[in-house]
């Protein structure tokens, strides 16, 4: 019989952190949410609730103070703290002294390898990666197992995933990136050369995208999404596992960030929100 979490508990609050949590509450999960920052807890309460209304739905999601309190009764951790490798090790391993032997322990990182960051955890077998997109709104998320990842973690995950009608996509070996995420990284590093190098704007190149390919926004407008801040932690995240000089980001994007234009969140990024220039009916016609 396939175990099916139901009390989930998401470690970092921000922005991909809030959306998980409406994710799961409207589909009947028990959500407790903990960030270090009663800040970050407040607003990311706002938004869920916003959603909420938004979507007319119901859900139940609560903040925990501390972290033994937000993880008493877990039957999987999401873990969504800012892509460092040595924070989330630490962050991991308290969680795995802390958290009940039955729950399954995962990262929502895009770049990070979850048999790295659970170095010193004792429940290896119960780690995995996933990378959701836009959790609200997107049904995809990528999974991916590792060597210490057992046929019953993976079977509840999925369990798990399939029943808030998410899509799981599976990298079958761990290699960092996932399958699809390491395509998008390919088409983000090449982007960020060529605006760095004054070849293309961002309008132009994401214009183009658009045009050929059919999506609302480009490779810029999804970097303006994600945070310009953490394009750049998963850029290093990159050059610290190769050495190779070519992964790191180009330092026209730590201009921008040093100007605090870290995207959507901000107000500005390559386009300036909340009505970006490529959301405008005349914007594919480059005018």
Known sequence: ?????????????????????????????????????????????????????????????????????????????IENVPEILELKQKVWTEIDSLAPAKALLTTNSSSLKASDIGINVRRKDKTFNVNFMTPTKDDMVEVMWNEHTSEE??????????????????????????????????IKKESLKLWAGGYTTPENLDRAWMLEWGTPYGPFGLMDKVGLDIIKQIEISYYNESG???????????????????????????????????????FLKGE
Do not use: H
């Not at 995933?161 to 990298?171: C, Y």
């Not at 980001?249 to 995207?263: H, M, V, Y």
């Open 1 to 77: 019989m396939i175990n099916l979490p139901q009390k989930v508990t998401i470690v970092g609050s921000g922005t991909q952190g809030s959306m998980l949590a409406y994710r799961s509450a409207i589909y009947g999960r028990e959500v407790c949410i903990f960030d270090v920052s009663a800040e970050a807890t407040s607003r990311a309460m706002e938004k869920i609730k916003g959603w909420f209304r938004e979507y007319s739905v119901d859900g139940k999601v609560t903040v925990a103070n501390d972290l033994k309190t937000a993880l008493k009764d877990a039957d999987i951790i």
């Open 153 to 186: 973690t993976k079977a509840s995950a999925l369990a798990f995933l399939r029943e808030q009608k998410n899509v799981p996509v599976i990298t079958a070996k761990e290699i960092k990136g996932f399958s699809l995420n390491r395509v998008w990284r390919a």
């Open 244 to 282: 190779n000089p070519d992964d790191l980001p180009p330092d026209e994007l730590d201009a921008l960030i040093s100007k605090g234009f870290l995207g959507e969140k901000t107000g500005k990024g390559f386009y300036e929100y909340p009505d970006p220039s490529y959301t405008k009916p005349d």
